[in-house]
């Protein structure tokens, strides 16, 4: 009989309840129960979604963030968390986010760095080490959840991040080696799986998704190493790879002393059979035989053409499952009564990924007649959304087709550039800005909300988000900043915005997914080929314009970050799509100037989330992203200044292919990294204006003008104070006015102390 498992669930509700018992907790802590009592009332809820399985995820669930879960597990938390004391939960949140709730301003700490997980939108808290650093293990969270399992009836899978992966993703502060950790944290998880053992647990699911990306022999022999030690501990272990093809590293994989291996079949089918052959004939394979990062029905019976043949061979030896945790996809598609049926007709979001899964075990155990019915339409679906005549616009594919390597160039190079914008601009140095959002504050939203509803009419929304727009503006003014932004007021989410104004996006209700913490995304649906009816933001950058005299920047997302935010098309490749979205975003580049526009901003926050895993197939993304850039934002004159922002995402190896983009401005994190991103400069002499962000606004920490100016200071000792600018790390939508109004007082000030010491 086929064995089916799941990797891992959507943790924040599909009414995003968990977001909201941590705001509500963070806000007041005297409700730490509550938020206690609704992940509880969520992990049952998951559980019984997934009760079908032959084995339940048990572990994945986390109030913030995985990885921090396993460096809270392992005890490696930083001190000056521990110095403050307070309880586990307030330690956890000090690393998380600066602060436990809002009144622990006693216990502010550095949050810890925030970074991609390999490359999707999904954020985890960088694991910090030294060459003093101890582990000790902490099973709190897992024997709760464990209790929690049992008393549902479930058959647990602990989920565990592996000892590889753990130190591959983290980062030592003081220059020693993270390999050299290893003798000192394995037996921490010998420990760990020591006691599973002893609970009664049968499998455990180890993460290694490093894996699937290139390893030096020393990361490799390290590997090795590690489940020789871990052998014998503890129960059977489930080594489980995703996001890539293991290459090199399958042999590795196959033939370490574990009881199973899970291979992602989707991002890599071409390994299925050497993994059968290289793999012991005692052992488990898992496939992943559903996509976990995308929203698209699966072919059953394509998967089963294949898979058929498979499990004739393995028999029991055979697990599936989804190919990755499906934290990537949003919960329930059955919540979405609004969405046009057709569109709907094609999508599976994880519950009903979950009952793909089932059918595939059900066919492959009795035979398709059992399901016939359900297969035949599964077959419907797929074939009516390859033939659907909304897929494809004939005008579309002529505007592809008509590109040119011309319209990627500026007229001049920056340095004329630079001169004619100075002039025009007649900024002073270290010039002040922000990355584009304020505040998205409870008005806003329910504006926004009674609009949908049909409550308030056009003209009266237009009216409250002038209103805010003049209200942001202002605000601006009263700080001093240099260049402003409107806001961003109307806008639901910087991609989901964009995408309601474009041919071939389509949009869920309910369609949230996490992308840290309590940051929850609706990434749109990218069905069909993308065009531009009509301007989307010039009205709304007129306006704030006409309220000041200092330049307004017209904000804009770029096409990667539209590609890479979305859940894309399967049915062309992805860089055809992305020259669609440049095009797109040309347009509205070419009518902000004509409006008469001076400073335009094109986030590519994703740029680098988009890299694929191995170093090889760098070049030929990076060739169509920075190509799909530079069609968006280069037919524009000398003086008009264009701008990009990039956030929580190492860049240092790619420096070439950032200032390839000729940007004339980029802004980057740089705050909670503690400038390490700046280490890119050392060796590279970028040529054109560049914010490190100073204000980390993903914490509510709110920075001093010392802290500031201490931190522009030791950019300008690696890049010319002349090609500096001071802003955020990021939008301010997530951040209360309280809090934004100071840093950004402070911000100013730092400012000006920079110039008169100039």
Not at 132 to 160: H, N, S, W, Y
Not at 238 to 248: D, I, W
Not at 436 to 452: M, N
């Amino acid at each position: 009989m086929t064995i089916t498992h799941n990797l891992g669930f959507p943790r924040i509700g599909t009414h995003r309840e968990l977001k909201f018992a941590l705001e509500r907790y963070w806000k007041d802590p005297s409700l730490d129960s509550d938020l206690q009592a609704q992940a509880s009332r969520l992990r049952a809820r998951h559980w019984a979604r997934q009760s079908a399985l032959d084995f339940v995820p048990v572990g994945d669930f986390s109030l913030y963030d995985g990885v921090l879960d396993m460096s809270f597990t392992l005890g490696n938390i930083p001190e000056r968390a521990r110095r403050h004391g307070g309880s586990p939960l307030d330690q956890y949140f000090r690393v998380a986010r600066g602060r436990a709730t809002v009144d622990d301003a006693c216990g502010c700490v550095h949050a810890g760095e925030m970074t991609k997980w390999f490359d999707t939108n999904y954020h985890y808290i960088v694991p910090e080490f030294d060459g003093a650093t101890r582990f000790a293990l902490d099973t709190t969270r897992l024997r709760e959840q464990l209790q929690e399992a049992r008393d549902a009836g479930v058959r647990a899978k602990p989920v565990i991040l592996g000892p590889l992966t753990y130190l591959r993703l983290g980062k030592s502060k003081d220059g020693s080696e993270r390999l050299a950790l290893l003798p000192a944290l394995l037996p921490v998880y010998a420990e760990l799986l020591d006691w599973l053992g002893a609970e009664g647990v049968e499998w455990v699911q180890v993460d290694e998704p490093a894996l699937v990306t290139d390893l030096d022999a020393r990361w490799r022999q390290a590997c090795a190493d590690a489940y020789a030690h871990l052998a014998g501990h503890g129960p059977k272990l489930l080594l489980a790879t995703y996001f890539g093809a293991l290459e090199e590293n399958l042999s590795l994989a196959c033939a370490l002393p574990v009881a199973g291996l899970h291979l992602d079949a989707i991002a890599a089918p071409h390994e299925v059979e050497a993994a059968i052959a290289l793999l012991p004939s005692d052992r488990v394979l898992s496939l992943g035989v559903i996509d976990g990062r995308n929203v698209w029905k699966t072919d059953l019976h394509a998967t089963l053409a294949w898979l058929e043949p498979v499990a004739r061979r393995l028999g029991e030896r055979l697990w599936i499952a989804p190919s990755c945790s499906l934290l990537h996809v949003p919960a329930d598609l059955e919540l979405e009564t609004g969405m046009d049926p057709e569109l709907r007709s094609w999508l599976a979001f994880a519950v009903q990924k979950l009952e793909e899964l089932r059918l595939l075990q059900s066919a492959l155990d009795h035979g398709r007649v059992g399901v016939q019915d359900a297969l035949i339409a599964n077959a419907a679906a797929v074939d009516r959304r390859r033939a659907s005549p909304r897929v494809h616009q004939p005008q579309v594919a002529e505007a592809v087709g008509a590109l040119s390597p011309a319209l990627g160039r500026r007229a001049s190079p920056h340095a004329q550039r630079a001169a004619v914008q100075a002039a025009v601009l007649a900024l002073p140095p270290y010039p002040t800005t922000t990355i584009g959002s304020f505040p998205q504050t409870p008005e806003i939203r329910q504006a926004r909300l009674r609009h949908k509803r049909g409550e308030l009419g056009d003209d009266g929304y237009r009216a409250a988000m002038q209103a805010e727009i003049a209200r942001c503006v202002q605000a601006q003014e009263a700080l001093g900043l240099d260049v402003l932004v409107h806001g961003e007021a109307e806008r639901n989410d910087m991609v989901e915005y964009f995408g309601e104004q474009l041919d071939g996006f389509a949009f869920s209700a309910n369609g949230w997914v996490q992308s840290y913490g309590s940051r929850c995304v609706k990434p749109p649906i990218l069905y069909g080929d993308v065009r531009r009816p009509r301007p989307m933001t010039v009205a709304w950058i007129r306006h704030a314009q006409s309220l000041t005299s200092k330049p307004v920047k017209g904000m804009l997302t770029g096409p990667v970050t539209m590609l890479n935010w979305s859940f894309v098309r399967d049915d062309q490749p992805r860089a055809l799509t992305c020259r669609q979205l440049a095009l797109a975003i040309r347009a509205e580049v070419l009518d902000l100037e004509q409006a008469g526009v001076r400073i335009i901003q094109i986030d590519e926050a994703a740029l680098r989330e988009g890299l694929p895993l191995r170093r090889a197939g760098w070049d030929n993304y990076l060739g169509w992203a920075i190509d799909a850039f530079r069609i968006a934002a280069n037919g524009v004159r000398d003086d008009t200044q264009i701008h990009t922002h990039m956030c929580y995402s190492e860049f240092n190896d790619i420096i070439g292919a950032i200032a390839a983009m000729d940007a004339d401005v980029i802004t980057i994190e740089a705050s909670r990294s503690g400038l390490e991103l700046l280490d890119a400069f050392d060796g590279f002499r970028y040529p054109n204006g560049i914010g490190p962000g100073v204000y980390d606004i993903h914490s509510p920490n709110i920075p001093s003008r010392e802290q500031i100016v201490g931190l522009m200071r030791a950019a300008a000792s690696r890049i010319p104070p002349t090609q500096l600018w001071v802003n955020p790390d990021c939008g301010l939508k997530t951040r209360s006015w309280d809090e934004v109004m100071p840093a950004l007082e402070n911000m100013v000030a730092a400012a000006r102390t920079l110039r008169a010491a100039a």
